[in-house]
């Protein structure tokens, strides 16, 4: 991992009136890069998602826990175009669901990743990159 590593901020919001599987999530990829980069060029990442595995944690209520990852390639402020930087990411995060009988099996599926820097004021640089991305969770019962 990238020496100065800092974990992502990922939070997974459910999408309003999605009560039964398939799940809709939101799920927001915030990461601190190791170095400022331009606020106007988005840097190149293509997640992967995977499910780890899922357990209940109380009556009905379960965990599915996902993993992501991928390389987020960016070029640092004031560095020639061809000179990009990779930062690996690599997490895991967790997906409550409620089901009243057992689950069996979760599948994940994923849409296009929407990506951006975050503009620190009126500053043309940043270290605070975003990436937003749907997610589809297919619950299966027994």
């Not at 995977?50 to 993993?67: D, K, L, Y």
């Not at 599948?107 to 975003?130: H, L, V, W």
Request: proline share 8%; charged share 10%; with cysteine.
């Amino acid at each position: 991992m990238h020496k100065s590593y800092i974990p992502a901020i990922i939070i997974a919001t459910l999408a309003a009136s999605s009560v039964a599987s398939p799940y809709f999530y939101s799920v927001s990829i915030t990461q601190r890069l190791a170095k400022s980069a331009c606020v106007a060029s988005a840097p190149v990442f293509d997640p992967k998602f995977s499910v780890v595995g899922f357990r209940e944690i109380n009556t009905g209520q379960w965990i599915v826990t996902v993993h992501v990852e991928g390389v987020i390639a960016y070029v640092p402020y004031g560095q020639k175009p061809c000179s990009a930087v990779p930062q690996p990411l690599l997490q895991d995060f967790y997906l409550p669901i409620f089901s009243a009988t057992p689950i069996t099996n979760v599948e994940i599926t994923y849409g296009n990743a929407f990506k951006a820097m975050i503009r620190n004021d009126c500053m043309p640089c940043s270290r605070t990159f975003q990436c937003n991305v749907p997610l589809r969770v297919t619950v299966t019962n027994s």
